[in-house]
């Protein structure tokens, strides 16, 4: 199936994405965005988001990043992945049009040569405590590529902390990028081809017999 594969992610003017592995800010109408436009799609997390999170997100696909083979029970909506190209691969598999990366900063990088879009919240605020930061190489990267503003909002007493705007930057060459991705995917499978019938669920689907469910 076609897909897109986009890093969704939330960045001060310095590019910080998180504080002792929490965001730094509140801003309840970015996540409900995140979740509108992630739900019924593949996320794709390292290890820490997931503590962060503290589980998985409900009604979406959960594929999580690390080289620790038992991290935790996998279940078809909720699987642990032990590299790039096997993640690829699954995602791959998913039937669902767009896959998100949605952090922490060790897996955006990781992914960043496959990603074929950037969402990017810009929030208007200086974290003077964030301790983790999306690269500046990525920054410097998606700022080159077509940008279009998604949406704009004012800091709201109660509801959001800071002011922000939602950017959309789309790889000139998504094309290639996403050949890439099939590439390695399928090179991936060849060597392993039992993975292949690993496949999770389709989209919207959720097991939670091992895993917290969350919903944002």
């Excluded at 074929?116 to 003077?128: E, G, I, K, N």
């Excluded at 279009?148 to 959309?168: L, V």
Aim: contains cysteine.
């Amino acid at each position: 199936m076609h897909q897109n594969l986009t890093s969704i992610v939330a960045i001060d003017r310095h590019g910080a994405i998180g504080c002792q592995n929490r965001l730094p800010w509140s801003i309840k109408s970015d996540m409900a965005f995140f979740r509108r436009t992630t739900m019924g799609h593949t996320v794709i997390m390292g290890r820490k988001t997931h503590d962060s999170i503290g589980g998985c997100l409900k009604g979406r696909t959960n594929l999580v990043l690390s080289h620790n083979a038992v991290l935790f029970p996998s279940t078809e909506a909720c699987r642990l992945v032990n590299s790039v190209a096997e993640t690829l691969a699954v995602a791959d598999a998913v039937n669902c049009t767009e896959t998100f990366v949605i952090g922490g900063a060790a897996t955006y990088a990781e992914f960043a040569p496959f990603v074929d879009r950037y969402l990017v919240t810009m929030v208007s605020h200086d974290a003077p405590d964030a301790d983790a930061f999306l690269s500046q190489q990525i920054r410097a990267e998606y700022s080159q590529w077509t940008a279009s503003q998604i949406a704009e909002f004012p800091a709201k007493p109660g509801q959001d902390e800071f002011a922000f705007r939602i950017m959309s930057f789309v790889a000139p060459d998504a094309d290639e990028r996403r050949e890439m991705r099939k590439a390695i995917a399928n090179q991936f499978l060849a060597k392993r081809p039992n993975q292949a019938n690993k496949t999770p669920k389709r989209r919207g689907s959720f097991d939670t017999s091992s895993q917290i469910a969350f919903s944002f």
